[in-house]
């Protein structure tokens, strides 16, 4: 059945400024109409949306999906999965696979699996630097025909500033935004964490903020320079989000995320040497946390990604200084997120949350998600916001388990998802 009618909910569109008690319907993989009141037509199937919001698809524009290469870890069925539990309907993934997605040919290939293989619609961040080595710049052309929405060396940032430029240029010359993972290598080299107290209590070598902070204004200054849209990811530090600030008021077109966990958790979470708090940018002292959160608030911080990053048990059961940085996050981003919102003292409000979420990020990589306007895609969730859950490993649809949220009571869950019009998850 691909006729549905969306009774009673809250709905929800930033790109709309709407926040409207109503009915919405979806028909024929669109969305069809929407009215305070509409009475059910034969063939459809009615759901009473009753307490919750009915809003556009999430959008998660930074997520490892692992494949080529990598299925052990995750695959684009089981990455699809998780995401679309998670109430997410469109994900870009990264390119540091294996190979690295650095060609046409590479992009075309994932892009049509992905068509096949996954639940939800994925979008291909390719790599800024030939086999993301940080030494020549890809051919931007030919990734941008294949179908890339922007470029990145993520994990594997680029080191020299030359190379750098050039890539922004390059970049710029085709209208592709320059995703970059912010670090400096030889202030990072050899940490598993943050610099500060709690690294110094545990015997293990940090990672001062500095290493983010030198590279973000480095790119900004390179960025004002070319005329390239920088989106920095995974925000993690007070000084990060103040250079932001900065730049951003001199005109530099540059943007923003923060993950979840960097909204909720400090190094404190690495105490027991739980590999499952170790990741890249890591966890920060509480002041970056409170920044990062006031951030958002001011809207310097522009949307929220996962940043979700699987491994395989194994992997993250190696002592904490070898164990692989990254968690997963798909399924828990939501319930986090309404979490993190009810703790504040001024909550945001419903519209925007729903825009840190789906229309912000849709906006930024430019992909056609993020509203709930007559005729787009029927890309749509309706979230419980005062559903708690608890986090369970072993109830993950994701190939991987590696989340520092275990036993935690989250808030809010994604109680239906449908892509293209279609339901591809319903919560139990």
């Known amino acids: 059945m691909n006729a ?10 930033p790109a709309q400024r709407l926040d409207m008690r109503g009915d919405l319907r979806l028909r024929a993989g669109q969305i069809a109409e929407m009215a305070p009141s509409l ?15 009915v809003a556009p698809g999430l959008v998660d524009i930074h997520v490892h999906l692992r494949e080529p290469g990598q299925s052990h870890k995750e695959t684009l069925q089981t990455g699809g999965a998780a995401a679309v539990v998670g109430g997410f309907t469109s994900v870009c993934c990264m390119p540091n696979t294996d190979p690295p997605l650095d060609s046409s040919t590479l992009v075309r290939e994932i892009l049509s699996r992905a068509a096949q293989e996954s639940p939800c619609k994925v979008y291909v961040v390719a790599a800024l630097t030939q ?22 060396d993520d994990a594997f940032p680029v080191q020299s500033a030359e190379t750098m430029r050039r890539a922004m240029l390059g970049c710029a010359a085709y209208d592709l935004p320059v995703v970059t993972h912010c670090e400096d290598k030889t202030l990072s080299e050899g ?11 545990l015997g293990l070598k940090g990672a001062p903020s500095s290493a983010e902070t030198v590279q973000i204004a480095r790119n900004a200054l390179l960025a004002q320079e070319t005329g390239c849209h920088l989106h ?29 966990h960097h909204l909720l958790l400090t190094d404190v979470a690495c105490t027991d040497f739980d ?13 970056d946390r409170v ?16 940043d979700h990053a699987p491994h395989a048990p194994f992997e993250k059961m190696q002592p904490f200084p070898v164990a692989p940085f990254g968690i997963v996050g798909l399924e828990t981003a939501l319930g986090c997120m309404l979490l993190w919102n009810n703790q504040l003292s001024q909550p945001l409000t419903p519209l925007q949350m729903v825009n840190l979420l ?9 992909l056609p998600a993020g509203t709930l306007a007559i005729g787009a895609s029927a890309d749509v969730v309706v979230i419980d916001p005062n559903l708690h859950w608890r986090v369970s490993p072993d109830n993950l649809h994701s190939k991987s388990k590696n989340t520092p949220f275990k036993g935690w009571e989250l808030l809010g869950k994604a109680r239906y998802t449908f892509v293209n019009g279609v339901m591809v998850h319903q919560h139990a």
């Open 4 to 13: 549905y009618l969306l009774k009673n909910g809250r709905i929800l569109d």
């Open 39 to 53: 009475t059910p037509e034969a063939g459809e199937m009615v759901i009473d949306c009753t307490d919750c919001w």
């Open 131 to 152: 086999g993301m080595r940080g030494e020549t710049p890809c051919d931007y052309h030919a990734l941008k025909q294949a179908g890339a929405v922007a470029c990145s």
């Open 191 to 201: 940490a598993s964490m943050h610099a500060g107290a709690v690294s110094a209590r």
């Open 232 to 260: 920095i990811q995974h925000l993690s530090t007070a000084m990060g989000v103040e250079l932001v600030r900065f730049f951003r008021a001199r005109g530099v077109q540059i943007t923003t995320e923060v993950s979840p």
């Open 275 to 287: 590999t499952d708090a170790k990741m890249n940018p890591p966890l920060r002292a509480e002041a």
């Open 291 to 306: 920044a990062l959160a006031q951030g958002v608030l001011d809207g310097v911080i522009d949307c929220i990604a996962t």
């Open 358 to 366: 789906s229309t912000a990020p849709a906006r930024l990589m430019r």
